[in-house]
C-alpha cells in the first residue's frame, strides 16, 4: 500500500506541473498574439457609447501596439478640454482610429508633431475622432456634441475628414 501512495502523490504533482506550464503558455501566447478587451463606456455629454476613459488598449491581430484611451474615448490624450491650443479634428473610421499602430505614430499625433516643428505647437493640436464602423452620417451628428466639449475654453475646433 505504501507504494501505491507514491504513485498516487507522484501522478498529482505531474497533473499540478502540467496545469502551471500549460496555464503559463497560454498566458504567454494570450500576452504575446491576442488583443486586450476593448470596454466601452457611456458617456453623457457626447450622448453615445465611446471606448472607456483610462483604458489602455493592445492590438495584436493586425500588428503590434497599444493605445491609451483618454476622455470621450480620444487616443492618446487624457482629457481634450484641458489643451488651450485651437483642436484640428481628424475624422475618420478604423483607419483614423488605428489601433495596428502605436500612440505616437498615429496621424493627428503626427499633425501635433508637425505643428510643432514649425512653431505652431502653442496655437494648435490634433486629435482622432475616429470610431470602427462610424460612417459619415456618423460625424454629421457628432460633430455638434464634440464642440460643445471644446467649449467650456472657448476653443474652435476644424474638421478634416480622411477619405476611404
Sequence with gaps: MHEGSGTILHIIMRWIAAF????AFIWIVGYLFCNSLLYVEFDKT????VNAHG?????????????????????AIEDIRDTKQEKLVVWGDSFVEAHQVDDPLKIPQRVTQRLVERGLGDKAMAFAVGMSGDSVADYYFDLPKYEKTGS??????HTHHRRS
Design 55 to 75: 483604458l489602455i488598449y493592445r492590438h495584436r491581430s493586425e500588428g503590434v501596439a497599444t493605445t491609451y484611451k483618454g476622455r470621450f474615448g480620444i487616443n
Design 152 to 157: 467650456e475654453h472657448q476653443s474652435s475646433l
Design 46 to 49: 457626447l450622448d453615445k457609447f
Design 20 to 23: 502551471v506550464v500549460s496555464f
